[in-house]
């Protein structure tokens, strides 16, 4: 089992930044392929980005291509997501997950993320 707990939502200006961090614990962090999806109201949750299943890249969504990027320290078992030139349309719950093997097995709570015009 993964535990994962996001952190560092909130309310910010559009063309603000943001850093959300996902705190892991468990099996051992560095063995999963990490994530970021987001979900809207109304809307279905929605890939952000996150390891590719081959491991030594990141992909990203269209939407939030060259704004959005994710970096992780295995050694403190947390995976970010910095997020810059918010939008108002990327308000969101905010969710990381891990997974293996093509799928995302893992994931947290949520964080809210609110981008005001």
């Known amino acids: 089992q993964v535990q994962l707990v996001e952190s560092g939502g909130g309310l910010v200006q559009a063309g603000g930044s943001l850093r959300l961090s996902c705190a892991a614990s468990?099996?051992?962090?560095?063995?999963?392929?990490m994530g970021w999806f987001r979900q809207a109201p109304g809307k279905e949750r929605e890939f952000v980005g996150g390891?590719?299943?081959?491991?030594?890249?990141?992909n990203y969504a269209d939407p939030v291509k060259n704004r959005f990027t994710i970096f992780r320290d295995n050694a403190k078992n947390t995976v970010y997501l910095q997020m810059n030139s918010l939008k108002p349309e990327d308000t969101a719950v905010y969710y990381c997950?891990?997974?293996?093997?093509?799928?995302?097995?893992?994931w947290g709570q949520g964080t809210q993320v609110t981008v005001s015009s």
């Open positions: 997950a891990a997974g293996s093997r093509h799928v995302w097995s893992y």
């Open positions: 390891d590719s299943w081959s491991g030594g890249s990141t």
């Open positions: 468990g099996r051992t962090f560095s063995n999963y392929a």
